[in-house]
């Protein structure tokens, strides 16, 4: 008996890609493949739903030399998994990521289900 796996595509904005892309090297493997669990339909132990937004978007965290990064990704926008935003945080309120941050996922989020309708 053959079991096939329903494998969503990771899609990525070109501003979420391009801050991706500076990340340390490590980081971004960490990333890759927390967001290879999540298009088999999974949630990585580094991921979590993202506080601030509707249902259906998750932060990735991962932690390199004493900085931390975060990816954001959307999982009920369209059938594929999209990655809304990456940042180093720099959090000057303890834990909680920035309001600007949380700002710009909400805008890249409403724009992105606009031009996917």
């Known amino acids: ?3 096939m796996r329903d494998t969503r595509s990771v899609s990525w904005l070109r501003a979420a890609r ?4 500076a990340f340390p090297t490590a980081v971004q493997d960490d990333i890759l493949d927390a967001l290879a669990v999540a298009a088999e339909g999974g949630m990585s ?3 979590k739903p993202f506080k ?3 249902g259906g978007v998750f932060e990735i965290a991962a932690r390199h030399r004493g900085d931390a990064f975060r ?19 720099k959090s000057k309120s303890g ?14 989020l409403k724009r992105l289900t606009e031009a996917l309708r």
Request: proline letters at 2%; zero cysteines.
């Open 1 to 3: 008996m053959t079991f």
């Open 18 to 21: 391009k801050d991706f892309e």
């Open 45 to 47: 132990g580094n991921a």
């Open 52 to 54: 601030g937004v509707e």
């Open 71 to 89: 990816a954001i990704y959307a999982v009920k926008i369209d059938v594929d998994v999209w990655v809304i935003h990456a940042f180093q945080k």
């Open 95 to 108: 834990i909680k990521t920035p309001l600007a941050e949380v700002d710009l996922i909400r805008e890249r």
